[in-house]
């Protein structure tokens, strides 16, 4: 690791206030992706801003609108929620498919968008509820949130507070992990909220996607018969040592159907 | 770059130490604390090998910073029991043949108690998903299954 000054800020305006004084300075999260990258020296910086001591950036709140998820939040917080079960079962299943239980201890779902990996969960969970994502400026759309390889909208300085999520009528996950990182090879998020319909697909590209034929087949019908013969082109998909980028446009359709069957399971 | 200071708990004793910020929890606990039964298996973050519980769950060391856990309270596999005096956990595993290098097993063992410590029975299929987060080269983890789910009996019995 490369050194770098380390700062424990107990409230959002000190370690804006931080980072801002700081040359190079990042906020820390969960550490579950940070802490490896920086292990690898694939990254650094001068100043490291914990935000594990601030109050009230993590907890789940039920409201009328729908879920806010504090970005602190770790994964085995979700995937444990009395709320997030009964309003949207999926999501807590997309939490409890995240690595394994050590990591779901510590991960948080701020740090998994912020961090966008092409094969991270969450974001295939926010852009198929159509989620907003609030930050310490503003609240950015789930469409307009993920930009890139490892790219999001943030600009410098500008931290993760909340999301929010709000209830579908019916939404599905249905992911196929990596055995040994447990990351997803593909995995889709599918909802259905007053007749319009949401499919994201996350681990394909470089980065989470939606599909608007397949949409635009399950707003007329929505059952996995609907998806047949639909397919997605393998061009500009990921190509790796688990999967070449023929057998991901197939796990798409694949993991498409399982989505939806698993939203229409009763 | 300037060192730190950081007071915690490890093993139901209190320890302020001075560190660089880089140090990871495992090499606290090994190289300053001299508590090497903590192991370091991957440079991943995906073997488990280096598994502790930080505030009673379970955490890969491995991927935490020392200085980070100013006030926390941290037990090791040295924290439930040696030779003289063993946890249920770690006779299930010496009784079921839950090891065979050893060098998983402090992990395992510290896995194990987490899993009983929220699953009162668990059952073979809960165990194994349970477990995703270590890995075996040796066992199979047959026995390690097994030793788990006795370990998790005594426990609650
Ligand atoms: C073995 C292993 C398996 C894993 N498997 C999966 C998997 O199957 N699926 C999956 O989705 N993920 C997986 N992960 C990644 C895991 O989910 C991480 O927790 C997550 O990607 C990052 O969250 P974090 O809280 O740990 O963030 P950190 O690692 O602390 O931070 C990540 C990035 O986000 C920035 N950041 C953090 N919080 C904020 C904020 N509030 N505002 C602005 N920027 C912020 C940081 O500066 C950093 O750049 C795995 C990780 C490991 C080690
Ligand atoms: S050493 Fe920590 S997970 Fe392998
Ligand atoms: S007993 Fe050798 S690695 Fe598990």
């Not at chain 2, 090998?49 to 769950?57: E, I, K, P, W």
């Not at chain 2, 596999?77 to 043949?97: L, S, W």
Request: hydrophobic share 45%.
């Amino acid at each position: 690791m490369y050194p770098f000054t380390y700062h424990r800020p107990a409230s959002l305006d000190d370690a804006r206030a931080r980072l801002a004084a700081s040359e190079d300075g990042r906020p820390l999260a969960g550490g579950m992706s940070l802490i490896p990258t920086m292990r690898f020296r694939l990254s650094s910086c001068s100043d490291l801003v914990d935000l594990n001591a601030i109050d009230g950036l993590a907890g789940i709140e039920r409201h009328e609108g729908g879920i806010r998820i504090g970005a602190m939040t770790r994964h085995a917080a979700v995937e444990a929620s009395a709320e997030v079960r009964e309003a949207i079962p999926a999501l807590a299943a997309l939490a409890g498919s995240i690595g394994d239980v050590q990591v779901r201890n510590r991960g948080t779902i701020g740090g998994s968008i912020c961090f966008a990996d092409p094969a991270a969960d969450y974001p295939a969970g926010i852009l198929g509820l159509g989620a907003s994502v609030n930050t310490d400026r503003r609240s950015i759309a789930a469409d307009d949130f993920f930009t890139g390889l490892y790219e999001t909208a943030l600009e410098d300085g500008e931290l993760v507070v909340s999301v929010d999520f709000p209830v579908p009528e019916r939404a599905g996950w249905a992911k196929f992990g990596n055995q040994a990182s447990r990351f997803a090879v593909v995995a889709v998020m599918v909802s259905l909220a007053g007749g319009a319909v949401r499919l994201a697909v996350t681990g394909a590209k470089s980065h989470v996607f939606r599909v608007p034929e397949m949409e635009a087949a399950l707003a007329a019908d929505f059952s996995a018969e609907a998806l047949e013969g639909i397919a997605v082109a393998s061009e500009g998909l990921n190509e790796d040592l688990h999967a070449d980028a023929a057998y991901r446009a197939h796990l798409v359709g694949v993991m498409a159907k399982r989505a939806v069957r698993a939203a229409l399971a009763p | 770059m300037a060192e730190a200071s950081v007071t915690l708990t490890v093993n139901g004793r209190e320890v302020s130490a001075t560190v660089d910020p880089r140090t990871l929890l495992v090499h606290f606990l090994r190289e300053q604390l001299q508590l090497t039964g903590t192991h370091v298996g991957c440079d991943t973050s995906q073997c488990g090998a280096c598994t502790v519980h930080l505030d009673g769950r379970a955490v890969k060391s491995c991927a935490l910073l020392a200085v980070q856990l100013e006030g926390a309270d941290v037990t090791t596999i040295e924290g439930v029991g040696g030779p003289d005096e063993m946890h249920p956990m770690q006779t299930a595993f010496k009784e079921n043949h839950g090891l065979q290098c050893g060098f998983c097993t402090p992990g395992m063992v510290m896995k194990g108690i987490d899993i009983a410590n929220r699953h009162a029975a668990p059952d073979e299929a809960t165990i194994r998903r349970e477990l995703e987060g270590n890995l075996c080269r040796c066992t199979g983890y047959h026995n390690i299954v097994e030793s788990i789910a006795a370990g998790a009996r005594e426990m609650s019995g």
